[in-house]
């Protein structure tokens, strides 16, 4: 008996012996209570799990704050708007006082350049292997495809899933386009950025003044709009040879290189109604076609130069960009021009300001053979995203998930970003945006983040409703409401577009392909001096075909056959 008590013993020694070793090892062990009592191993992970879950949970509600505080560097591209109050600065002012306050956030730039310096600055890095920043926000594609090629960026798909609010997702999957341009294989490379939808989106705008002068209505037609210009030029409302009666800014100003799809002064539905839509991707009979390249384009190249030897669009054309345009809109010498929906906040002050008497009131798109189309512009600007080896992609999504409140009822953003900076309180409790009322005057705060947040369907939508009548029900629609009459107007009509198919959106979203990056410049070259060329009447209209030839032969033909690679992937 003594022996088989002792080779028991021997057996149980082992046996634990071999499960304690085994505890240490695997989280997952059957464990026992310590000697002084204390859960250890399983407990211990499980307890260690469930204070991740609760922290997942407070950054997703964004109530959680980082008592040792967090590092976030970043780098900045300016421009002529940004500007500080109270000596502040891009590194030390409102917002970032606030993201070290609220959040236990530390936001640190390593350096700030003009935006037009911001690529060159960002390659430098890459090359030379500098430290690179833990986020970034571009909304450069090219550079964006680039930095996320370089393989030092990182897939946040997990972290979106785990730490986005769900505000952000409800934004952020309302639409399959969404994350079109920066999901790479199927990896959300980015956290995407976006303009308001239909921004840019052109409305007709018409000199109200000179059309009442003449005694004529508002066209609805292109042969009642070809009749207005006439007459503009015939009867010299404005008292001057030297008007233009159509402004069109064919100098590709600006960030978009189309002589047709400028910001102000666009063209684009001058060729819509015959079934194109310049420098734009659309989808016939099932595959991506560059719609500068289809014969539909002719109609509208004729059209333009048939306007052109008449007179109602300037001589220099070419040369106008779209901030001459607006110079040229600001000292009364424009009769119409096809823009956006924020026009009343400029140029048209400038023209108010500069010609006693004028303005510019807004109008739908007129039509060709019962139809209107134009190109919609697009929402997406590029992407925020995050260095491979940042640990704390949970702060960067604590801090997304309070900026998106924004505007909601009860959010300390409900007004604006900041009281005295963007937006102030008056003695009788209402709120004011003016600049004359904000103490020390106004700023803008919403330059200062990290990025801006917005839902890009939201804007448009809401003054479209305001325009039409409807009772606020939000301090959204109660701010839309304050808006200029103008302005929410134009909004109406770029809705009503949007319901009757008039823009038409891009079939291509996602990143520049190899070939975009290497040849889009010298086929948007080849574009616009052809184009310019036959509507200027020194190339004849059947010069087009040559110009679709040598376009597929020096580039077109690949990057066409990598949009159809990246639209059947995407279906």
């Known amino acids: 008996m003594s022996r088989k008590r002792s080779l028991l013993a021997l057996s149980l020694t082992a046996l634990l012996t071999l499960a304690a070793c085994s505890g240490k090892n695997d989280n997952n062990a059957n464990t026992a209570e310590g000697a002084d009592g204390t859960a250890s191993g399983p407990v211990q992970s499980q307890a260690a799990s469930e204070s991740q879950d609760a922290i997942a949970e407070a950054i997703r509600k964004g109530t959680y704050k980082f008592e040792t505080p967090v590092k976030i560097t970043t780098v900045k591209a300016t421009d002529s708007t940004m500007k500080y109050k109270n000596g502040e600065s891009v590194e030390n002012n409102v917002h970032t006082k606030w993201a070290r306050d609220e959040l236990g956030i530390e936001i640190k730039y ?73 999901t790479y294989d199927g990896k959300k490379m980015a956290f995407p950025n976006f303009a308001h939808a239909g921004n840019d989106n052109g409305v007709m705008w ?42 069109v800014s064919l100098g590709s100003g600006g960030s978009n290189p189309s002589i047709f799809n400028g910001w102000l002064g666009e063209s684009t539905w001058v060729f819509g109604p015959s079934g194109t839509i310049p420098n734009q991707w659309l989808e016939k009979d099932g595959k991506l076609v560059h719609g500068s390249t289809q014969p539909e384009m002719k109609d509208g190249l004729t059209r333009l130069r048939d306007w052109y030897d008449k007179g109602y669009i300037s001589k220099e054309a070419g040369l106008h960009d779209e901030n001459k345009l607006a110079e040229l809109i600001g000292q009364g010498k424009v009769g119409i021009v096809v823009a956006p929906y924020w026009l009343p906040n400029w140029p048209i002050p400038d023209l108010e300001k500069n010609v006693p008497g004028a303005t510019m009131n807004p109008y739908p798109l007129p039509t060709l053979n019962g139809k209107a189309a134009a190109r919609d512009s697009t929402f997406l600007r590029g992407g925020l995203i995050v260095k491979k080896d940042f640990e704390h992609t949970d702060a960067l999504f604590l801090y997304l998930n309070r900026i998106f409140e924004k505007g909601k009822t009860g959010s300390e953003f409900e007004n604006g970003w900041y009281k005295d900076y963007d937006y102030t309180v008056k003695a009788d409790g209402t709120i004011s945006v003016d600049d004359a009322d904000i103490p020390g005057g106004k700023v803008g705060p919403a330059k200062y983040l990290l ?121």
């Open 110 to 182: 390593l350096w700030q350049v003009p935006g037009d310096q911001f690529a060159t600055k960002m390659r430098l890095m890459l090359t030379s292997e500098e430290s690179l920043p833990d986020v970034l926000m571009t909304e450069d594609m090219t550079l964006l495809n680039e930095l996320i090629q370089s393989g030092k960026y990182k897939d946040i798909s997990e972290d979106y899933e785990k730490y986005a609010s769900p505000t952000i997702k409800e934004i952020y999957n309302s639409n399959p386009l969404m994350w079109s341009q920066v």
């Open 206 to 247: 018409i000199r109200q003044d000179w059309l009442d002068k003449l005694g004529m209505k508002a066209p609805t037609t292109f042969e009642e709009l070809e009749a207005l210009m006439q007459a503009m030029l015939d009867k010299k409302p404005g008292g001057s040879d030297k008007i233009v009666p159509l402004g």
């Open 451 to 571: 990025m801006e947040p917005k839902n890009p369907f939201t804007n448009l939508k809401t003054l479209a409703k305001m325009s039409r009548g409807a009772e606020p029900s939000s301090e959204e629609e109660e701010r839309a409401l304050r808006t200029n009459p103008k302005v929410l107007k134009a909004g109406e009509y770029v809705d009503d577009g949007w319901q009757a198919n008039t823009y038409v959106p891009n079939a291509f979203t996602g990143s520049p392909t190899g070939t975009m990056q290497t040849k889009n410049g010298i086929l948007s070259k080849l574009e616009g001096e052809t184009f310019l060329g036959i509507i200027y009447g020194k190339k004849p209209i059947d010069d087009f075909d040559k110009f679709v030839k040598e376009w597929n032969k020096i580039g077109g033909e690949q990057v066409t056959k990598e949009a159809n690679e990246w639209y059947q992937k995407s279906k």
